[in-house]
């Protein structure tokens, strides 16, 4: 995991005041994503979908798509086999290792 996708993950879960230092600001607008979908936990989806957002954020491509057609990047496909592959059985210890890591 790099820094880009812990900022890219604490500014889409609690919001854009979590990576400029002033944590859940009172001068905040609007909730995170996180607050919004009663999410209390950090999750292999939500750590998933940050690293869709990452690798579309790093991209030259200039609009979202979530298939991989005419020559776009599959990000369903890759969200997909980032989920798939953390949930096989033989990866328990490396799952749990990364879900220790991001808790922090």
Not at 15 to 43: C, H, V, W
Request: proline share 2%; charged share 20%; net charge neutral.
């Amino acid at each position: 995991c790099s820094l880009d996708e812990m900022q890219g993950y604490r500014t889409v879960m609690i919001g854009p005041s979590a990576i400029d230092g002033r944590g859940t600001s009172a001068r905040a607008t609007k909730k995170g994503n996180a607050q919004l979908n009663n999410m209390t936990d950090i999750s292999i989806p939500s750590i998933s979908y940050i690293a869709t957002l990452v690798h579309f954020g790093l991209s030259s491509q200039g609009t979202f798509h979530v298939g991989g057609d005419l020559g776009r990047f599959d990000y369903h496909g890759f969200y997909r086999s980032i989920v798939d592959l953390l949930g096989e059985e033989h990866m328990v210890q490396r799952r749990e290792a990364l879900l220790r890591w991001w808790k922090g």
